[in-house]
């Protein structure tokens, strides 16, 4: 599990392309620290370690990983947003991430607002209705409040130490994002799915 608080701005090392896809991300945690089999959230999808180095860990995605998420199209350099899980008693200062990523969003719009950024994203229309106003999403690992929603458009505004320690500060319009629902919204809907058999 992770909070959506992204704790390390790293960067795509070597990709390497056989039956799955590995990549290997630079990064400034201490690897000494993290566990061969441990989880790490790169870009909100929860990844294994398989190898590790001094400033670098490794991990394999599968196709399926590849086929729901930004990672096909991830290149050497990318910056890539880093969580490690979650321990019992730490600081949940975001909102409660699974790493599992439901569907790919687009950027269609980023404007000034006072010193923040007002982020405007299309969701995939089988998601849309598990995003409310005030409510949370998950974006390139990153928990968001949503400010307003039309349709299968969403905005978000985005503060600039957030633009500075994530992915987001180099972002423009036409990129695509992980999204993860919020896990409550998820669930909710299963049960109303239920009530109407």
Request: aromatic fraction near 8%; glycine fraction near 10%.
């Amino acid at each position: 599990m992770f909070t959506g608080i992204i704790t390390d701005l790293g960067r795509v090392k070597t990709i390497e392309k056989n039956g799955d896809t590995r990549f290997e991300f630079e990064t400034a945690y201490d690897l000494n620290t993290v566990d061969i089999g441990a989880s790490i959230a790169c870009n909100g999808a929860c990844m294994t370690v398989i190898e590790k180095g001094t400033n670098w860990f490794a991990i394999t995605a599968s196709a399926e990983s590849v086929s729901k998420t930004t990672m096909g199209s991830w290149t050497v350099d990318m910056p890539v947003n880093f969580e490690r899980a979650c321990k019992v008693g730490d600081e949940l200062g975001g909102h409660i991430v699974s790493g599992h990523v439901d569907g790919v969003a687009e950027i269609i719009a980023i404007e000034q607002e006072g010193d923040s950024h007002r982020f405007k994203f299309k969701a995939p229309k089988e998601l849309k209705n598990f995003i409310a106003p005030k409510g949370s999403v998950t974006l390139n690992g990153v928990s968001l409040t949503v400010n307003e929603v039309e349709d299968d458009v969403f905005g978000i505004n985005i503060i600039p130490h957030t633009l500075q320690v994530t992915t987001f500060g180099k972002s423009k319009v036409g990129d695509f994002v992980n999204l993860e629902i919020d896990m409550l919204a998820r669930y909710v809907a299963r049960l109303l799915e239920k009530d109407d058999e």
